[in-house]
């Protein structure tokens, strides 16, 4: 259970981050655009 829920919750920090990534580039092309 807990091997689990470490591996669930470095999956959805890696996948916040991407998320993060990519908002700041719409921002990004969004201002330049």
Do not use: I
């Not at 091997?3 to 969004?30: G, H, I, N, S």
């Amino acid at each position: 259970m807990l091997k689990v829920t470490d591996r669930t919750r470095k999956v959805a920090d890696r996948t916040r981050k991407v998320m993060d990534r990519t908002e700041k580039v719409e921002d990004t092309l969004r201002v330049s655009g």
